[in-house]
């Protein structure tokens, strides 16, 4: 069965410093999607990457990168130099090739705080 | 574009009542997923729809769920004789099916339903 978790419930930070949220996952199928999610105070999910298994590759957008690791079924994700407007819930989710439906299932989420 | 749009944004109702809920994918996307987001459950998928047909309802908690889709577009999910315990907010997500697997999910902005 598909399963992600994030151990993280809840992360305070200060302004400007770096802050990685944890993502772990656990499935069966050899191909699958990782994603990762942003759930503001506004409500609505905004999506920040996909990442297929067949691709490694760590990836780098702005102040945003993703660590992709198969070998210990992680798919972190890191702020550099956080902001305020960082501020929100984010979830990890897998979907598998296998599942047909192509649904998502998510990890709890972290709740991150990004303090002035 | 235009995104996912979802109505109402709010609904109250009375345990016992029935309710629906709109969603509107964005133009062109085949796929459609209904998800339920409560303070308890996390994130839960519900059901997915590719055109009309709705291949997987596997994540429907109950008989008193059910969803329809029309000329590939609208789709509607009603909950018949509310409980409780249906308190949550109802997400509806669209993708465009593609050639490289898994699409991505844009979500809309959700519908918050409250049983009395």
């Known amino acids: 069965a598909q399963k992600v978790t994030q151990a993280q419930t809840e992360i305070s930070v200060v302004e400007k410093e770096d802050v990685t949220l944890d993502c772990v996952y656990e499935?069966?199928?050899?191909?699958?999607?990782l994603f990762w999610y942003k759930q503001p105070p506004s409500g609505e999910l905004v999506f920040l990457i996909r990442r297929n298994s067949f691709d490694e590759q760590n990836e780098i957008s702005g102040r945003y990168s993703w660590n992709f690791q198969k070998s210990t079924s992680s798919f972190n994700f890191t702020i550099t130099a956080s902001q305020v407007v960082d501020s929100a819930v984010y979830f990890c989710a897998l979907s598998e090739a296998r599942s047909g439906s192509e649904k998502l299932v998510f990890g709890k989420g972290t709740k991150l705080t990004v303090n002035p | 574009g235009a995104g996912v749009s979802q109505s109402p944004s709010n609904k109250v109702t009375e345990k016992g009542k029935d309710v629906e809920l709109r969603c509107d994918p964005i133009s062109g996307h085949t796929a459609l997923y209904w998800y339920r987001q409560s303070l308890g459950q996390g994130l839960e998928f519900l059901i997915y729809?590719?055109?009309?047909?709705?291949?997987?309802k596997s994540g429907l908690p109950s008989d008193r769920f059910s969803a329809e889709r029309t000329g590939g577009s609208v789709s509607t999910l009603t909950i018949q004789r509310t409980q409780q315990e249906d308190s949550a907010v109802y997400l509806c997500?669209?993708?465009?099916?593609?050639?490289?697997?898994?699409?991505?999910?844009?979500f809309g902005p959700g519908t918050r339903l409250l049983v009395l």
């Open positions: 997500a669209s993708s465009h099916p593609g050639l490289a697997g898994q699409e991505t999910q844009y």
């Open positions: 499935t069966r199928d050899t191909t699958y999607y």
């Open positions: 729809f590719q055109g009309n047909s709705a291949p997987d």
